[in-house]
């Protein structure tokens, strides 16, 4: 099995012990035990009785307490790419560099370890992540070979979102779901992933269909599972802004109390039909504010 996907499965399933986990952060064993004793990190118990840290709980508690984690590499992290509070076009410089120039893995440690470092996910995605893309997408006009690097940097950033869904941690139970896509004709992927992500560290249960899912297929996966928020990513302005509309009406009246949140640069010049259960908006940032304030709670 080669080193990343050796990475990846140990994510999911490995537990640290306190000591591996304090040597991680150069804090000391009793410090990290005094922590989960005081319930700021939820450590599980071995058959017998030491105690376990999730890896996902392990990031949970490091974005939140400020810590910085001295050796990544004991988490099976990517080595520290920045610092915190660095300006968002600095990242993107980075990350655009790394993009651009075939360093695939760097720019994918870059966009995983950032979020290890504290940002929330709306300031990655809305700040470096998108800004970056932007920037790989300004390549085509000019250059032949911008097209495969669009290709290739999507699969980058799908891949480091991958990773990221296996450090968020895993929804409680009885969680709200979230479920949404790309509309139909939209082959953009990122968009969707990011929300579907956004969602997930929001504490909702998620189900990403994807990029170009039919109107149909979203109303019958809404009706099977009844989601409390549905999200639409429309990257590209709709072929029949009319027909476009109607699918919308549709979904909103298919969500009953739920949220039906509709995104991206395709949308903004969409005639939306009134509807209570319809929100439009332009970001992450948004959607996780959103996700974590008014929808919360299914509508009245
Ligand atoms: C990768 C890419 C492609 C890939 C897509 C691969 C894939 N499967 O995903 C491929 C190569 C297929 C492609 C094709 C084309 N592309 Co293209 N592509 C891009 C690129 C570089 C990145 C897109 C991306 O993923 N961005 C990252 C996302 C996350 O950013 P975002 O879309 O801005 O989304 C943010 C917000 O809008 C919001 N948001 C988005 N969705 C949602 C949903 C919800 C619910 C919420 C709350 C918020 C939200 O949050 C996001 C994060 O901040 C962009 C450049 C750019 N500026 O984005 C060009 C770009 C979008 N492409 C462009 C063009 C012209 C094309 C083509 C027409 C090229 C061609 N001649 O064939 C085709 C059209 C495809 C189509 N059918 O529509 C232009 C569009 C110009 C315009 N004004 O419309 C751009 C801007 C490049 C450029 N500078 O000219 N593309």
Redesign the pocket.
Known sequence: MDTRKRQIRSRRTEHLSPRALAAALGVSESSLKRWADEGRLVAERTVGGHRRIAVSEAVRFVRHSGLAVRRPELLGLPAPGVSHGRAVDDVADRLHAALASDRWEEARSLIVSLYVEGPGLGWI??GP??EA??R???L??HDEAG?FL??R??ET?LAALAELRLLVPPPPDGAPLAL?GGCA????????A??ALVLAEAGYAVRNLG?DTPPQAMLAAVRHYRPRLV??????PPKNARDAAAAILALADAVGAGHL?????G?AGLVLPPHPAIQR????T??AAFARGAAAAPRP
């Open positions: 995605f809305d992540v998108r893309l932007a790989v997408g300004s085509w006009q097209v669009e290709h940097a999507t950033c949404g004709g939209d082959p953009y992927l990122v968009p969707s990011m929300a990029a999200w639409q990513s429309f990257s590209a949140v509709i995104g991206g640069r949308s908006m332009d970001s992450m948004e959607l």
